[in-house]
């Protein structure tokens, strides 16, 4: 009996390991591509009429949108997608933006991650990054 139960925790403990170390080496990589997350301001009145596409893509969180600029002016943000877990409440930050003609508008509280990451995703359909 004993040796049974030596092979059902040693079953167990590879199970608990094939389970956590993906999830630690994403949490890592999560955490990497975060921190490097910087929102630069666009001079948005030197960016030529036309619709753009960005993506920012931090592991769990992620966004895609398109940038309508008219005259040197964004005259829309449409949020493609958005993948996110409890922050889908950042998706009024489009409007901010329009309303701000900027980048450099304050993140929506409780949804900071999810914010962001649609901002860098402005940022990178007007910049072409």
Do not use: W
């Amino acid at each position: 009996m004993r040796f049974r139960m030596r092979y059902v925790l040693i079953g167990l403990l590879i199970i608990a390991l094939l389970i956590a170390v993906p999830v630690i080496v994403m949490t890592m990589r999560f955490t990497r591509e975060y921190s490097k997350l910087q929102i630069s301001e666009v001079a948005i009145s030197s960016v030529a009429s036309g619709v753009y596409r960005g993506l920012c893509d931090v592991g769990p969180v992620a966004a895609e949108v398109e940038v309508t600029v008219a005259d040197g002016t964004i005259t829309g943000i449409r949020l493609i997608r958005h993948q996110n877990g409890q922050g889908s409440s950042a998706e009024v930050i489009t409007d901010l933006v329009i309303e701000a003609q900027s980048l450099q508008v304050d993140v929506v509280g409780g949804a900071t991650i999810s914010s962001k990451v649609i901002l860098k995703a402005i940022e990178k359909a007007l910049t072409g990054g």
